[in-house]
T-cell receptor
Framework: GENVEQHPSTLSVQEGDSAVIKCTYS??????FPWYKQELGKRPQLIID?????GEKKDQRIAVTLNKTAKHFSLHITETQPEDSAVYFC????????????FGSGTRLSIRP | KAGVTQTPRYLIKTRGQQVTLSCSPI?????VSWYQQTPGQGLQFLFE???????NKGNFPGRFSGRQFSNSRSEMNVSTLELGDSALYLC??????????????FGPGTRLTVT
């Protein structure tokens, strides 16, 4: 079955700097890759997703890149702000079938003032 | 549109007891997935229900079971509770199958503590 590995587990960056979180997946058939943000005490919320027919997607300060050959995808946050502090989860699934969404283990991002 | 709701929000049970958690999806959503969240294991997939049928199941023992009703509301049951079952249980709903085109929306979770 699908396995998703996420690195790093914790990340601390200076406010205004960029943060990058990386994930690798095992099933080459996976074609849907969402990213979730979970603030302390709150529910996970989808912040961006990408499908395998594109290599990059951007939404304001957030971007996701996908390398299908290497089976890895990354989340990039630029000009980080205090409200970016949260746990971020990547996930992978096969959208064309009834497959389950498998989550990475999460990255705790802290923004230093 | 109302979001995903879960009841109860907090629960304390004793080892050996059983528990039932409830999830009401967003109106019109037909898929409900359940996840166990613990500090050490992250988000672990339990199962997904779509149109009252279990479509997928994670690697959890048979003590964990669920069902979905015709109005898409779902319940999850854990029998013979163990201390290791203490966790935040999240449900998520989507219009289509979770791994498909529909975005998943999470509920606030039920915090289960087993003593």
């Amino acid at each position: 079955g699908e396995n998703v590995e996420q690195h790093p587990s914790t990340l601390s960056v200076q406010e205004g700097d960029s943060a990058v979180i990386k994930c690798t997946y095992s099933d080459s058939a996976s074609n849907y890759f969402p990213w979730y943000k979970q603030e302390l005490g709150k529910r996970p919320q989808l912040i961006i997703d990408i499908r395998s027919n594109v290599g990059e997607k951007k939404d304001q300060r957030i971007a996701v890149t996908l390398n299908k050959t290497a089976k890895h995808f990354s989340l990039h946050i630029t000009e980080t702000q205090p409200e970016d502090s949260a746990v971020y989860f990547c996930a992978a699934s096969i959208s064309s079938s009834a497959s389950k969404i498998i989550f990475g283990s999460g990255t705790r991002l802290s923004i230093r003032p | 549109k109302a979001g995903v709701t879960q009841t109860p929000r907090y629960l304390i049970k004793t080892r050996g007891q059983q528990v039932t958690l409830s999830c009401s999806p967003i109106s019109g959503h037909r898929s409900v997935s359940w996840y166990q969240q613990t500090p050490g294991q992250g988000l672990q997939f339990l199962f997904e229900y779509f149109s009252e049928t279990q479509r997928n199941k994670g690697n959890f023992p048979g003590r964990f079971s669920g069902r979905q009703f015709s109005n898409s509301r779902s319940e999850m049951n854990v029998s013979t509770l163990e201390l290791g079952d203490s966790a935040l249980y999240l449900c998520a709903s989507s219009w289509g199958l979770a791994g498909g085109a529909g975005e998943q929306y999470f509920g606030p979770g039920t915090r289960l503590t087993v003593t």
